[in-house]
């Protein structure tokens, strides 16, 4: 499918957010800076933090208009990012609507390791340039999770993070929303078709969808606990504290509200034994 056919998402344009600021269709390596030296100008770029080897045209398969993402083990859940560390450039966003439409298998998977999973994500420009930082958010607008629960079905979850390090410089606090998922016996099982996964970023708000359909949401101030919401439910999910004891940290009073200023790197993610095809990613704004 050409990005060039695909309509405005109706939840981006109800929230004024109908400028297109970032797209790709994958039609070639031009967007994308393969010469690991971090140059202006680009969508992407194959050098990577954290240590991570440089990508290569094995590991960005692009035919068709679909890159293939599937990096060896090292560094894999990093992804293909918009942002590059040794040249300090790149796409940085606050607040919009980000989506992109992929593709991953669901069945004849071998063993995956945690965290090298399909995703799409976005984290605080801070963390990812090598800057010291106090507080930044992340907001994962798909991660595909393989579910113990139901035969290592692949599910989608969205999640909401917190990286907090004001109250203690020795201590990462953190607290998560997360999809339905986890919370109880609803499970959003995932195909090995395309599906387009989507985040609305606004004040105070962030609703993630699938196709195009509210999956659920996210509700923070200052001073006020965060609030969970799933699809069109007025009524707030409990805590995830409350389901999952283990599961992060209890929000604070103004949890979140971090993603009001925070600027964001985004990422696409798979792995050489979870390859992920991305078609095209979108990010619309105000
Ligand atoms: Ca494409």
């Not at 071998?110 to 507080?135: C, S, T």
């Not at 996210?218 to 389901?243: H, I, S």
């Not at 604070?252 to 050489?272: E, Y």
């Amino acid at each position: 499918m050409s990005l060039k056919n695909v309509p405005i998402p109706a939840a981006a344009e109800a929230a004024g957010m109908t400028k297109l600021v970032f797209w790709d269709d994958f039609d070639s390596y031009d967007t994308i800076d393969m010469s690991g030296e971090g140059k202006p100008g680009y969508n992407w770029y194959a050098d990577r933090p954290y240590s991570n080897p440089t990508l290569t045209k094995e590991d960005l398969v692009i035919k068709d208009s679909v890159v293939t993402i599937r990096p060896e083990r090292a560094g894999a859940a990093v992804g293909l990012p918009t942002y590059s560390r040794k040249g300090q450039t790149g796409f940085v966003y606050n607040k919009g609507y980000a989506e992109a439409r992929m593709r991953f298998p669901v069945s004849g998977l071998g063993e995956v390791v945690r965290g090298q999973i399909p995703a799409f994500w976005a984290l605080g420009v801070d963390d990812v340039a090598g800057r010291p930082w106090k507080h930044i958010g992340e907001l994962d607008i798909l991660e595909a999770v393989r579910a113990h629960q139901i035969d290592n079905a692949v599910i989608y979850t969205g999640t909401l993070h917190d990286h907090n390090r004001l109250e203690s410089p020795q201590t990462r606090l953190c607290t998560n929303t997360i999809n339905a998922t986890g919370y109880q016996d609803q499970f959003d099982v995932l195909d090995d078709d395309w599906h387009t996964y989507a985040a609305l970023w606004d004040e105070n708000y962030v609703a993630w969808y699938l196709d195009n359909k509210l999956m659920h949401s996210a509700r923070y101030a200052d001073g006020e606990l965060p609030e969970y919401f799933y699809r069109d439910d007025p009524t707030p999910l409990p805590k995830a504290e409350d389901v999952w004891p283990d599961y992060g940290r209890p929000a604070w009073p103004g949890a979140h509200t971090i993603m009001n200023t925070d600027k964001m790197v985004l990422f696409v993610s798979g792995h050489r034994d979870w390859p992920v095809d991305v078609d095209w990613v979108r990010v619309w704004q105000k």
